[in-house]
């Protein structure tokens, strides 16, 4: 997705090991939103729709 940017970046993978924490982590936590959904907000916006709007408004090239 970056690549709409028409910035050149180099992306270079990252592990849990890499960003050590001091409390004990699952290896696997993505986020629920149910939280959000009970309190009444609107769930997130896809991530890729999100940017693509945010390079469009900042004239990034964003298609």
């Given at each position: 997705m970056i690549e709409k940017s028409g910035f050149k970046v180099e992306i270079t993978p990252g592990s849990t090991k890499d960003f050590p924490r001091l409390a004990p982590r699952p290896r696997y936590s993505a986020m629920a939103h149910?939280?959000?959904?009970?309190?009444?907000?609107?769930?997130?916006?896809?991530w890729r729709k999100t940017l693509q709007e945010f390079l469009r408004l900042f004239g990034l090239n964003g298609k």
């Open positions: 149910t939280a959000i959904l009970d309190n009444g907000f609107e769930d997130f916006r896809p």
